[in-house]
Antibody, heavy 123, light 113 residues
Framework: EVQLLESGGDLVQPGRSLRLSCAASGFNFGDYAMHWVRQIQGKGLEWVAG????????GYGDSVKGRFTISRDNAKNLLFLEAKSLRVEDTALYYC????????????????WGQGTPVTVSS | DIVMTQSPDSLAVSLGERATINCKASQSLLHTSTNKDYLAWYVQKAGQPPKLLLY???TRESGVPDRISGSGSGADFTLTISSVQPEDVAVYYC?????????FGGGTKVEIK
């Protein structure tokens, strides 16, 4: 069974940094692209970042480009999101997602989602 | 960036009736090398993460009932629920995965009339 468990969400002040983690199990993590998607409470979905199975291609949403960094450790089945210079508007529930399509160099949709970790940016 | 526009924002449908949700992309999502439309649909029920329903515009994910279907190509797509059931009450999102940044539509809330 595919499981994705996010952690690291917290209440932080504007301008500070946070590192989110996602522990994956139940599939061959190193074979699949992974994504971070966020959702402001009561609002829609926003793709934050994605990373291909071998880290060959990385993409970011416009609102986080230059501030957030996605990375992965295939040996430990872990996905990360380093969020710097956090803003009030970054407050959201952050989901980790598994991309479909084994060893694809194309972006593919998210076929499994975690439950999310909440990030609150407030002074 | 590709802008995804969904309509309507919400709709109320009687049980057993048809629900239709539209999704329009600001450019074609048809990849000429694969002849596939890089468009997915998700459903999100209250308090839950989203769930993938369809990809390549019309291919159902495993376990998705056949009353849910997708159609369209290029830049115009439709999600149809042929006979709405109580468990279909949710918010539906389209997403393009043609190019980074991947982008979602604003969502359509489906309720029972």
């Amino acid at each position: 069974e595919v499981q994705l468990l996010e952690s690291g969400g917290d209440l932080v002040q504007p301008g500070r940094s946070l590192r989110l983690s996602c522990a994956a199990s139940g599939f061959n993590f190193g074979d699949y692209a992974m994504h971070w998607v966020r959702q402001i409470q009561g609002k829609g979905l926003e793709w934050v970042a994605g990373i291909t199975w071998n880290s060959d291609s990385i993409g970011y949403g416009d609102s986080v480009k230059g501030r957030f960094t996605i990375s992965r450790d295939n040996a430990k089945n872990l996905l990360f999101l380093e969020a710097k210079s956090l803003r009030v508007e970054d407050t959201a529930l952050y989901y980790c997602g598994k991309g479909s399509g084994r060893r694809s160099f194309e972006w593919r949709p998210v076929d499994y989602w975690g439950q999310g970790t909440p990030v609150t940016v407030s002074s | 960036d590709i802008v995804m526009t969904q309509s309507p924002d919400s709709l109320a449908v009687s049980l057993g009736e048809r629900a239709t949700i539209n999704c329009k992309a600001s450019q074609s999502l048809l990849h000429t090398s694969t002849n596939k439309d890089y468009l997915a649909w998700y459903v999100q029920k209250a308090g839950q993460p989203p769930k993938l329903l369809l990809y390549w515009a019309s291919t159902r994910e495993s376990g998705v009932p056949d009353r849910i279907s997708g159609s369209g190509s290029g830049a115009d797509f439709t999600l149809t629920i042929s006979s709405v059931q109580p468990e279909d009450v949710a918010v539906y999102y389209c997403q393009q995965f043609y190019t980074s940044p991947l982008t979602f539509g604003g969502g359509t809330k489906v309720e029972i009339k």
